[in-house]
């Protein structure tokens, strides 16, 4: 499905190769082959800037990884616990019927770029409601999962886990796809907050003040 590598190109040169679906792009200087500060050839999958730690370490990377990954894990249980025993995930984001069946309308207002106003503004629409519903019960579940069919030790602990989702390889790769999903998720996220009105919601985050735009 997807490979991120580093290959001679015509002219006997080392080039960055990225490769989707079967199909090839030169990607050198960004995936696959890239350079160091100081301009020795880096081939591996990312360039040293966007990388922590910039230098090639994989332990490092991997104890900096699991640190987050159990601090988002954790942070993930306390949500979904505080959702269902405050109720919040039935009285704010479970959608009506009569709101999955709007979801037409919904999507030409977003791509109109057109906001609720008045006291719609205090709810959240159908599409907000479906979008989180999927990263809280469907990526960030699968992350989780696709991430520990990477670790040996599970393997070992419950035989069979990790061909459940085809191998470790396929597990990387659902782990890689499903981290890009959630990180256009957040993109999408903050191109909204802050074309709907970037202060008010900083605001009511901070404070629990709204200011609502009335309807005309």
Same mark, same amino acid.
């Given at each position: 499905?997807?490979?991120?590598?580093?290959?001679?190109?015509?002219?006997?040169?080392?080039?960055?190769?990225?490769?989707?679906?079967?199909?090839?792009?030169?990607?050198?200087?960004?995936?696959?082959?890239?350079? /160091?500060?100081?301009?020795?050839?880096?081939?591996?999958?990312?360039?040293?800037?966007?990388?922590?730690?910039?230098? /090639?370490?994989?332990?490092?990377?991997?104890?900096?990884? *699991?640190?987050?990954?159990?601090? *988002?894990?954790?942070?993930?249980?306390?949500?979904?616990?505080?959702?269902?025993?405050?109720?919040?995930?039935?009285?704010?984001?479970?959608?009506?019927?009569?709101?999955?069946?709007?979801?037409?309308?919904?999507?030409?207002?977003?791509?109109?770029?057109?906001?609720?106003?008045?006291?719609?503004?205090?709810? /959240?629409?159908?599409?907000?409601?479906?979008?989180?519903?999927?990263?809280? *019960?469907?990526?960030?579940?699968?992350?989780?999962?696709?991430?520990?069919?990477?670790?040996?030790?599970?393997?070992?602990?419950?035989?069979?886990?990790?061909?459940?989702?085809?191998?470790?390889?396929?597990?990387?790769?659902?782990?890689?796809?499903?981290?890009?999903?959630?990180?256009? *998720?957040?993109?999408?996220?903050?191109?909204?907050?802050?074309?709907?009105?970037?202060?008010?919601?900083?605001?009511?985050?901070?404070?629990?003040?709204?200011?609502?735009?009335?309807?005309?």
């Amino acid at each position: 499905l997807l490979e991120i590598t580093a290959r001679d190109g015509m002219n006997g040169e080392r080039v960055g190769v990225t490769r989707v679906f079967g199909r090839e792009f030169e990607t050198t200087g960004l995936l696959g082959l890239s350079k /160091y500060p100081n301009g020795q050839p880096n081939a591996h999958a990312f360039p040293s800037w966007s990388t922590i730690p910039g230098g /090639y370490s994989l332990a490092m990377a991997r104890d900096w990884h *699991f640190f987050f990954a159990w601090i *988002f894990v954790l942070n993930g249980v306390a949500y979904v616990l505080y959702s269902l025993l405050s109720r919040h995930l039935i009285r704010d984001l479970a959608p009506t019927g009569k709101e999955l069946r709007g979801i037409g309308a919904s999507i030409v207002e977003h791509v109109k770029l057109k906001h609720p106003s008045g006291e719609a503004a205090k709810r /959240y629409n159908v599409l907000q409601k479906l979008a989180y519903l999927s990263v809280i *019960f469907v990526l960030l579940p699968l992350v989780i999962l696709a991430g520990w069919a990477m670790s040996p030790w599970l393997n070992s602990i419950f035989p069979g886990w990790v061909d459940l989702l085809g191998g470790r390889q396929s597990a990387r790769t659902i782990h890689f796809i499903v981290a890009w999903l959630l990180f256009l *998720f957040l993109a999408v996220h903050v191109f909204e907050v802050i074309i709907s009105g970037f202060w008010n919601h900083m605001r009511s985050m901070i404070t629990g003040r709204y200011r609502i735009k009335r309807s005309v």
